[in-house]
Protein backbone atom coordinates (compact mmCIF):
# COMPACT_ATOMS: atom_id res chain seq x y z
CA UNK A 1 0.00 0.00 0.00
CA UNK A 2 1.59 3.45 -0.76
CA UNK A 3 2.15 5.52 1.35
CA UNK A 4 -0.08 8.90 1.16
CA UNK A 5 1.20 12.76 2.10
CA UNK A 6 -1.67 14.79 3.82
CA UNK A 7 -3.41 17.64 1.53
CA UNK A 8 -5.75 20.19 2.21
CA UNK A 9 -8.09 21.37 -0.61
CA UNK A 10 -9.85 24.93 -0.09
CA UNK A 11 -13.51 24.68 -1.21
CA UNK A 12 -15.82 28.28 -1.86
CA UNK A 13 -18.60 27.67 0.34
CA UNK A 14 -20.55 29.55 -2.34
CA UNK A 15 -19.68 28.11 -6.04
CA UNK A 16 -18.46 24.93 -4.71
CA UNK A 17 -14.75 25.47 -6.58
CA UNK A 18 -12.35 23.60 -5.34
CA UNK A 19 -8.51 25.26 -5.03
CA UNK A 20 -7.28 22.22 -6.59
CA UNK A 21 -8.33 18.72 -8.39
CA UNK A 22 -7.07 16.13 -10.12
CA UNK A 23 -10.61 15.15 -11.66
CA UNK A 24 -13.44 17.48 -13.70
CA UNK A 25 -15.66 15.71 -15.66
CA UNK A 26 -18.79 17.66 -17.59
CA UNK A 27 -21.98 15.89 -18.53
CA UNK A 28 -24.33 17.70 -20.91
CA UNK A 29 -27.68 17.15 -22.54
CA UNK A 30 -26.33 15.21 -25.36
CA UNK A 31 -24.76 12.67 -22.90
CA UNK A 32 -27.82 12.11 -20.85
CA UNK A 33 -30.21 10.85 -24.07
CA UNK A 34 -33.11 8.47 -22.26
CA UNK A 35 -32.47 9.84 -19.31
CA UNK A 36 -35.62 12.49 -19.39
CA UNK A 37 -38.80 11.49 -19.98
CA UNK A 38 -38.54 13.28 -23.10
CA UNK A 39 -35.21 14.25 -25.29
CA UNK A 40 -33.50 17.37 -24.68
CA UNK A 41 -34.48 20.09 -27.42
CA UNK A 42 -30.35 20.31 -27.73
CA UNK A 43 -27.32 18.11 -27.06
CA UNK A 44 -24.88 21.16 -25.58
CA UNK A 45 -26.93 22.37 -22.41
CA UNK A 46 -24.43 21.71 -19.52
CA UNK A 47 -26.39 19.73 -17.18
CA UNK A 48 -23.62 19.25 -13.97
CA UNK A 49 -20.38 18.92 -13.50
CA UNK A 50 -17.85 17.38 -10.77
CA UNK A 51 -15.01 17.47 -9.34
CA UNK A 52 -12.26 15.28 -7.87
CA UNK A 53 -9.25 14.60 -5.66
CA UNK A 54 -7.77 11.75 -6.40
CA UNK A 55 -6.35 9.03 -4.22
CA UNK A 56 -5.39 5.64 -4.85
CA UNK A 57 -8.50 3.40 -5.53
CA UNK A 58 -7.73 1.30 -2.39
CA UNK A 59 -9.55 -0.11 0.42
CA UNK A 60 -9.79 2.42 3.15
CA UNK A 61 -8.94 5.58 0.95
CA UNK A 62 -11.51 8.84 0.24
CA UNK A 63 -12.68 10.41 -2.24
CA UNK A 64 -13.49 14.30 -1.77
CA UNK A 65 -15.85 15.29 -4.72
CA UNK A 66 -17.79 18.55 -5.48
CA UNK A 67 -21.02 18.12 -7.83
CA UNK A 68 -22.30 21.36 -9.41
CA UNK A 69 -25.86 20.51 -10.65
CA UNK A 70 -27.12 23.45 -12.32
CA UNK A 71 -31.04 24.77 -12.43
CA UNK A 72 -33.20 23.92 -15.18
CA UNK A 73 -35.84 21.45 -16.51
CA UNK A 74 -36.24 19.27 -19.32
CA UNK A 75 -39.89 18.59 -20.74
CA UNK A 76 -41.20 20.24 -16.81
CA UNK A 77 -38.58 17.77 -15.44
CA UNK A 78 -35.87 19.44 -13.31
CA UNK A 79 -31.89 18.39 -14.35
CA UNK A 80 -30.76 15.24 -12.67
CA UNK A 81 -27.45 13.26 -12.37
CA UNK A 82 -27.33 9.90 -14.50
CA UNK A 83 -27.50 8.20 -11.12
CA UNK A 84 -25.45 4.71 -10.21
CA UNK A 85 -24.91 2.29 -8.32
CA UNK A 86 -21.57 1.75 -6.41
CA UNK A 87 -20.26 -1.77 -7.91
CA UNK A 88 -18.64 -2.80 -4.89
CA UNK A 89 -21.89 -3.04 -3.21
CA UNK A 90 -20.27 -2.70 0.69
CA UNK A 91 -19.48 1.17 -0.52
CA UNK A 92 -22.18 4.01 0.79
CA UNK A 93 -21.73 7.69 0.38
CA UNK A 94 -21.91 11.12 2.29
CA UNK A 95 -23.45 14.07 0.74
CA UNK A 96 -23.06 17.17 2.17
CA UNK A 97 -25.38 20.22 0.71
CA UNK A 98 -23.50 23.41 0.25
CA UNK A 99 -26.20 25.07 -1.76
CA UNK A 100 -29.45 25.13 -3.17
CA UNK A 101 -32.38 22.81 -3.05
CA UNK A 102 -33.00 19.29 -4.53
CA UNK A 103 -33.60 16.09 -4.00
CA UNK A 104 -31.34 12.49 -3.59
CA UNK A 105 -33.51 9.72 -5.30
CA UNK A 106 -32.62 6.58 -3.97
CA UNK A 107 -33.01 2.50 -4.62
CA UNK A 108 -31.38 -0.76 -4.23
CA UNK A 109 -31.63 -3.76 -6.66
CA UNK A 110 -34.42 -5.19 -4.67
CA UNK A 111 -36.74 -2.33 -5.06
CA UNK A 112 -36.46 -0.68 -1.91
CA UNK A 113 -36.71 3.23 -2.53
CA UNK A 114 -36.07 6.67 -0.61
CA UNK A 115 -36.19 10.38 -1.39
CA UNK A 116 -34.80 12.63 0.86
CA UNK A 117 -34.37 16.55 0.37
CA UNK A 118 -31.39 18.56 0.00
CA UNK A 119 -31.18 22.17 1.30
CA UNK A 120 -27.77 23.56 2.47
CA UNK A 121 -26.56 21.84 5.99
CA UNK A 122 -28.26 18.98 5.20
CA UNK A 123 -25.68 15.98 5.20
CA UNK A 124 -27.26 12.66 3.69
CA UNK A 125 -26.18 8.76 4.14
CA UNK A 126 -26.77 6.55 1.31
CA UNK A 127 -26.21 3.21 2.56
CA UNK A 128 -23.93 0.18 0.63
CA UNK A 129 -26.29 -0.89 -2.14
CA UNK A 130 -28.34 2.12 -2.70
CA UNK A 131 -28.15 3.72 -6.27
CA UNK A 132 -28.48 7.50 -6.00
CA UNK A 133 -29.43 10.02 -8.37
CA UNK A 134 -29.13 13.82 -7.19
CA UNK A 135 -32.13 16.21 -8.82
CA UNK A 136 -31.66 20.03 -8.61
CA UNK A 137 -35.21 21.59 -7.60
CA UNK A 138 -34.38 24.62 -7.15
CA UNK A 139 -33.64 28.25 -9.10
CA UNK A 140 -29.43 27.96 -8.00
CA UNK A 141 -27.13 25.89 -8.57
CA UNK A 142 -27.23 22.40 -6.59
CA UNK A 143 -23.29 22.14 -4.72
CA UNK A 144 -23.10 18.51 -3.46
CA UNK A 145 -19.75 17.77 -1.11
CA UNK A 146 -19.79 14.13 -1.49
CA UNK A 147 -17.18 11.54 0.27
CA UNK A 148 -16.75 7.74 -0.69
CA UNK A 149 -14.65 4.86 -0.40
CA UNK A 150 -12.11 5.06 -3.23
CA UNK A 151 -12.70 1.27 -4.72
CA UNK A 152 -16.43 1.66 -4.96
CA UNK A 153 -16.03 1.50 -8.64
CA UNK A 154 -19.87 3.08 -10.62
CA UNK A 155 -22.24 0.91 -12.34
CA UNK A 156 -23.93 2.94 -14.58
CA UNK A 157 -25.42 0.70 -17.06
CA UNK A 158 -28.18 -0.36 -14.47
CA UNK A 159 -29.59 2.60 -14.06
CA UNK A 160 -29.01 3.09 -17.63
CA UNK A 161 -31.25 0.08 -18.25
CA UNK A 162 -33.98 0.28 -15.37
CA UNK A 163 -33.85 4.26 -14.50
CA UNK A 164 -35.13 5.44 -11.30
CA UNK A 165 -38.24 4.36 -9.00
CA UNK A 166 -39.93 8.14 -9.45
CA UNK A 167 -39.28 11.47 -11.55
CA UNK A 168 -39.82 14.69 -9.75
CA UNK A 169 -41.11 17.28 -11.73
CA UNK A 170 -42.62 20.55 -11.55
CA UNK A 171 -46.06 20.16 -10.92
CA UNK A 172 -48.98 22.53 -11.59
CA UNK A 173 -48.36 24.44 -8.52
CA UNK A 174 -44.71 25.51 -9.65
CA UNK A 175 -43.35 23.00 -6.61
CA UNK A 176 -41.31 19.82 -7.07
CA UNK A 177 -43.73 16.29 -7.09
CA UNK A 178 -42.42 13.10 -7.03
CA UNK A 179 -44.21 10.94 -9.95
CA UNK A 180 -43.56 6.94 -10.45
CA UNK A 181 -41.67 6.17 -12.96
CA UNK A 182 -44.16 5.07 -15.94
C1 LIG B 1 -19.66 8.91 -6.87
C2 LIG B 1 -20.53 10.00 -6.31
C3 LIG B 1 -20.55 11.32 -7.04
C4 LIG B 1 -21.24 11.25 -8.39
C5 LIG B 1 -21.52 12.64 -8.97
C6 LIG B 1 -22.12 12.62 -10.36
O1 LIG B 1 -19.91 7.74 -6.51
O2 LIG B 1 -18.70 9.21 -7.62
O3 LIG B 1 -21.84 9.52 -6.15
O4 LIG B 1 -19.29 11.76 -7.23
O5 LIG B 1 -20.46 10.53 -9.31
O6 LIG B 1 -22.40 13.30 -8.09
O7 LIG B 1 -23.21 11.76 -10.47
P1 LIG B 1 -23.17 10.54 -11.54
O8 LIG B 1 -21.97 9.76 -11.24
O9 LIG B 1 -24.43 9.76 -11.26
O10 LIG B 1 -23.14 11.11 -12.91
NI1 LIG C 1 -21.77 7.40 -5.79
Redo the contacts with the bound molecule.
Sequence with gaps: MSIQRPFATQIDLRTGLMSAYERHFL?HSGDMAGYYRAEPQADDLLIYE?FEREVPAEQGEIVQ?I?ILHPGTIDGEYYM????Y?ANGCCS?VYLCLRGRGTLLMQTRDGETDAQEYRPGASIYVPPGGA???VNTGDEPLV?F?L?PAD?G?DYGSIAEEGFWARVIRGADGQPTLVPRD
Excluded: C, V
Excluded at 81 to 84: A, C, E, F, Q
Design positions: RYNTTKGHHEHRSLAYSH
